[in-house]
């Protein structure tokens, strides 16, 4: 009896002393959007990332070829003759321009002086910090261009008043007969694919660098690039299309964790993160808010695998030139891919429910390959714990937790905002800071049980030797106060069915609010009701002896208790006991 007795308070005491002291909270327990729980989470580590690229851009004077345009007018008489095009000397121009945007090199070739321009160019992406002293991740396509990739980039970009020089000089010898709208379109045409065709790049120089966020909230005119290297870098989409980046100089960043391929399947809700093009490029906005982060969701759509075996995860989540290199996550918090392209359209559009997503499995490969481990920074740690208490309208409670991270992380660029909104809703009254149940179940609740399973035993102890003399008794341990009401009108507190993870383990309901009624702390039930104790007691008086009056009382009415169950015990046939 003793043997077994012992273990099942072992087992209580283990139990309840090993209850924890602190739990992740999930978007239903504060009540919120799983959008917007992360969302405010995860922006924090979301960059906006540039890759720039200077040079001296040559492109020939174009020579027209005599022969090949002599030969091209010809077929448009001939079109003329045979009713295929009209006689007007207009519409035979336009019809000859137009063949000659076909094919522009047959009728155009390289000669007479270069022209040559110093030329930038550039493009932005997103990233997302993984450790607290400045690794980042985005995609390979964001950190360098192929050369024919970025021959058509700055012949795009460095190449337009060539291009509408040329254009013009062609219109101009045509006569002014062919100076309609259709002529003008075509010509421009013409030297936009030919100049593009015979671009030549020298003395090519990239930066990569990001745009680091000011305390408060957003980027201003004022905010300096910070420049970043490359560390590791895959092969372009459709391949391992991930790189590593590394900001110098970089403490206490805000993080984002890892999750695994397994985390998600199809039909889940995948959430992305990043800066859309469609935004970033917009006059329509200042600067400051073009700089906060986009956040879209989809389902998983699909699995997919490349010819040489790379997976990708299609979603329905939107996304845009510019998301490229984003975080995407799980509805756990976790990143579970990077954001890398999606199909386009014809005409230049993305096409909406096709995003495609590299899994984190590829992103870890890399990062293994540099021995770099992601980190959860302190500021990271001490943001999520006042956003938990912020979203619970625990404002007082959440203040000291915003000023920590703003003390660790200078720069963060939400923080002062919610510092701001935190005192607002004290002022207005909103503040529902008070004990939380946990803190009480441990020291005040452990306390009743360590309490109970300890008496039970010296009561059972002291009836097995009443033979051998009076049992002396052990003070009170410690979190039982003399006095402490051993009953709680109403019940005890009500708690909800346990929730599950992903992974089958079990989650405890989230904490109830108590309200404080010294010198005791109270439950209150999901009405917010108080619950009082039967009797009025006081605050705990000095012990006097052995463990105090209250102490003796006590253990005299369990012994009583006690007795009584060995005599009901006794009744039972012995195999029951």
Known sequence: MWGRISAVAGLVLASTLALPSTAVAKPEEVDVPVGTWLAARTHPSVQLTSVSYTADVAVPTPEANLEAIRTLTQQGINAVQSGKISSDENSIYRWVVQQMAKNPGRYFSPGGQERVVEATAGGLCTGWWITPDGYMVTAAHCVGQEDTELAQTFAAQALTKINEKDAADLVASLGDIASDEEILRNAAKIFQIWNAENIKIRNVQSSLSLLQSLPGGGVDKTTKTVPIELVAKGTVYPGKDVAILKANGQNNLPTVPLGEDSDVRVGDTLYISGFPGTVTQTSIFNLESKLDPAFTEGPYNASRQTPEGVPYIQTQAPSYPGNSGGPVFSKDGKVIGILVGGLIQQDG?????????????????????????????????????????????????????????????????????????????????????????????????????????????????????????????????????????????????????????????????????????????????????????????????????????????????????????????????????
């Open 349 to 577: 559009g993305s096409t909406e429910g096709e995003s495609f997503v590299l899994p984190v499995s590829i992103v870890k490969e890399k990062l293994n390959e540099k021995n770099i481990k992601p980190a959860e920074s302190a500021t990271t740690k001490a943001y999520n714990e006042a956003l938990d208490l912020f979203f619970q309208n625990r404002y007082s409670d959440a203040l000291p937790k915003f000023r920590e991270v703003q003390a660790l992380q200078p720069n963060h660029p939400y923080v002062a905002k919610y510092i701001s909104d935190s005192q607002q809703a004290i002022t207005a009254g909103k503040d529902e800071s008070g004990t939380p149940i946990l803190p009480w179940l441990l020291w005040g609740g452990g306390g009743l049980v360590a309490a109970f399973v300890i008496g039970t035993l010296v009561a059972v102890a002291r009836g097995k030797s009443r033979s051998k003399g009076p049992a002396s008794f052990p003070p009170a341990p410690y979190g039982a106060q003399p006095g402490y009401p051993a009953q709680l009108q109403g019940g005890q507190p009500q708690y909800g069915q346990p929730q599950y993870g992903q992974q089958g383990q079990p989650y405890g309901a989230p904490p109830q609010q108590y309200q404080q009624r010294p010198p005791y702390p109270l439950p209150a039930g999901p009405e917010t009701r108080a619950v009082r104790p039967q009797s009025p007691y006081g605050p705990p008086q000095p012990q006097q002896g052995a463990g105090g009056p209250g102490a003796n009382t006590r253990i005299a009415g369990l012994e009583a208790e006690l007795e009584q169950l060995r005599r009901n015990m006794g009744q039972r046939p012995p195999e029951q006991r």
